[in-house]
């Protein structure tokens, strides 16, 4: 559950072994681990994983460069983008229970624009956002429903993929500040992970909808349209990074794609793709160490 994912706005921009010996029978106890519990115990696997992430992230700052374009029905090109530069860190504290967050610090932002009037920067990406595998975390997963499946290669790695849906539908929680709408949660999505079997390491993440969701108008405005989401995918993609003093490689993202169609939005269809470079790793004492160059 992608948090914050998309911004939107309207207005007028807008076995048992047997042997049998002679008259003897003799059966054999044989231990036997379930599937299901090997399944659970990936799960919980990654959710370690994703645990020791988070805490680990926290040392760390990178560029974050995103390209906002809007598209068409066939995802081509419809208009000139939009650029921004951030600064990015996260932000967890695990002792009140509260979620990972991405804190961003703008740098530098120039294309098109494609809020309403007052509000021309409306699809620009928050400034504070959800970690995107929060819902692994011991404390979310039991929200959602887990299927583990085959082994895939993904990016040279042999990994098992889980299926995963939200257990049951929740209303979308959208955010309004003016004509300008930010969604926390479509409240209906589903999507797939790849992970490496022994370290519960996420390879890649894709996630979507699971069916078109009515999205609620700012409250009191008569005037306001029907907003549907038809489209909300996520695609993210992790690779290793290297950093040096003391040596160590990390398991990062590295690009994230989504695609969103909201009917009545003044940017109905729009691509976003956020590229991370630039990796550097606080230490104690204030230094602030790059990462080597990203290994393939």
Not at 120 to 141: H, Y
């Amino acid at each position: 559950m992608l948090s914050a994912r998309f911004a939107f706005t309207f207005g007028s921009v807008v076995v048992v072994f047997v042997s049998v010996l002679g008259s003897v029978f003799v059966s054999f106890a044989v231990p036997v681990v379930s599937a299901q519990a090997n399944e659970d115990a990936l799960i919980a696997r990654v959710g370690e994983y994703v645990e020791r992430y988070y805490t680990r992230a926290q040392t760390l700052v990178v560029t974050e460069t995103i390209s906002v374009e809007p598209v068409t029905r066939r995802l081509k090109t419809d208009g000139p983008p939009r650029r921004i530069v951030n600064e990015m860190r996260i932000e967890w504290d695990t002792q009140v229970g509260s979620q990972p967050r991405e804190v961003r610090n703008l740098v530098s932002a120039g294309g098109g624009r494609f809020g309403p009037s007052g509000q021309p920067e409306c699809l620009d990406q928050r400034s504070v956002t959800f970690g995107p595998l929060a819902f692994l975390l011991g404390a979310n997963r039991d929200k959602f429903r887990f299927s583990v499946g085959r082994l895939e290669t993904i990016s040279g790695v042999r990994t098992r993929r889980i299926e995963y849906e939200t257990r049951r539908p929740e209303p979308p929680e959208v955010r309004w500040n003016g004509k300008c709408g930010w969604v926390d949660s479509f409240g209906r999505t589903r999507g797939s992970l790849w992970v490496d079997p022994a370290t519960g390491e996420v390879i890649r993440f894709d996630e979507h909808l699971s069916g078109r969701v009515k999205l609620p108008g700012p409250a009191g405005d008569a005037n306001a349209p029907t907003f549907v989401a038809e489209r909300a995918d996520t695609i993210i993609e992790y690779k290793k990074f290297a950093f040096a003093d003391p040596g160590e490689t990390l398991l990062l993202p590295s690009r994230v794609e989504s695609v969103n169609f909201i009917q009545n939005s003044a940017a109905p269809r729009v691509r976003v793709v956020r590229t991370f470079t630039d990796y550097r790793r606080f230490l104690t004492g204030g230094r602030v160490l790059p990462s080597l160059k990203g290994e393939p």
